[in-house]
């Protein structure tokens, strides 16, 4: 048993980096996959079937033990899933709320503005009460919409540069620029793939059977 050490210690490396391989490969090829989808054109009714394909696989890698062994790709592949699934979050709100336009500033949102209307008549504080609930909710998602600008500035800057006016936030326009960060992601987290790859093969190299092992093999 000690002379088959050496080959049956290469042969659970070999398999263990086969092994990483193809998990970070699947997980990889699943968000190119989803990125060429993307980029060809894709409805949100048929986007958040892919992103489930894709999110599976991703997470099989992540969860795997094999993905302790590569932190910073694990992380890579990580931050390119969270930009398509923040990019569902934004084209979600977007149908939901059947419109484009969010603010940054409050003052400037059409919503955040009070009725103010003088009413007459023996149901006037009724309807007033009416309108303050109004005002109330409408300034609740006032607020809700500068959350979420703001939030999407902070981790898009490019948005930036898509905005005709400061305080306005076009969710058309976010979408995209939102897929173009996972692209780059997906171009690190490749990059990253191919270097382990290579320390793989250089690991492999570097052990040989002794000759008492390859004398065993002959024997039998």
Same mark, same amino acid.
């Given at each position: 048993?000690?002379?088959?050490?050496?080959?049956?210690?290469?042969?659970?490396?070999?398999?263990?980096?086969?092994?990483?391989?193809?998990?970070?490969?699947?997980?990889?090829?699943?968000?190119?996959?989803?990125?060429?989808?993307?980029?060809?054109?894709?409805?949100?009714?048929?986007?958040?079937?892919?992103?489930?394909?894709?999110?599976?696989?991703?997470?099989?890698?992540?969860?795997?033990?094999?993905?302790?062994?590569?932190?910073?790709?694990?992380?890579?592949?990580?931050?390119?899933?969270?930009?398509?699934?923040?990019?569902?979050?934004?084209?979600?709100?977007?149908?939901?709320?059947?419109?484009?336009?969010?603010?940054?500033?409050?003052?400037?949102?059409?919503?955040?503005?009070?009725?103010?209307?003088?009413?007459?008549?023996?149901?006037?504080?009724?309807?007033?009460?009416? /309108?303050?609930?109004? /005002?109330?909710?409408?300034?609740?998602?006032?607020?809700?919409?500068?959350?979420?600008?703001?939030?999407?500035?902070?981790?898009?800057?490019?948005?930036?540069?898509?905005?005709?006016?400061?305080?306005?936030?076009?969710?058309?326009?976010?979408?995209?620029?939102?897929?173009?960060?996972?692209?780059?992601?997906?171009?690190?987290?490749?990059?990253?793939?191919?270097?382990?790859?290579?320390?793989?093969?250089?690991?492999?190299?570097?052990?040989?059977?002794?000759?008492?092992?390859?004398?065993?093999?002959?024997?039998?």
């Amino acid at each position: 048993m000690k002379k088959l050490l050496p080959i049956s210690i290469a042969i659970v490396l070999w398999i263990g980096g086969v092994a990483h391989s193809q998990s970070a490969n699947e997980a990889i090829e699943a968000l190119k996959k989803l990125e060429s989808r993307v980029q060809v054109g894709i409805s949100y009714k048929d986007y958040g079937p892919a992103l489930g394909e894709t999110h599976y696989k991703v997470k099989l890698f992540l969860e795997s033990p094999n993905s302790n062994s590569n932190p910073m790709l694990a992380k890579s592949v990580k931050k390119a899933l969270d930009h398509f699934i923040y990019a569902k979050d934004i084209w979600g709100y977007k149908i939901e709320h059947r419109s484009d336009i969010i603010y940054r500033d409050i003052e400037r949102n059409p919503r955040a503005e009070s009725h103010n209307l003088n009413y007459l008549g023996p149901q006037k504080d009724s309807l007033r009460n009416m /309108d303050k609930m109004l /005002d109330d909710m409408n300034k609740k998602m006032a607020v809700n919409e500068k959350r979420i600008a703001d939030d999407i500035v902070i981790k898009y800057p490019a948005v930036l540069k898509t905005m005709g006016s400061s305080s306005v936030v076009n969710l058309s326009n976010v979408i995209p620029v939102i897929w173009n960060e996972a692209s780059k992601e997906i171009q690190s987290a490749t990059k990253l793939l191919y270097a382990s790859k290579g320390k793989e093969e250089d690991n492999e190299s570097e052990i040989e059977p002794s000759p008492q092992s390859s004398k065993s093999k002959i024997k039998r």
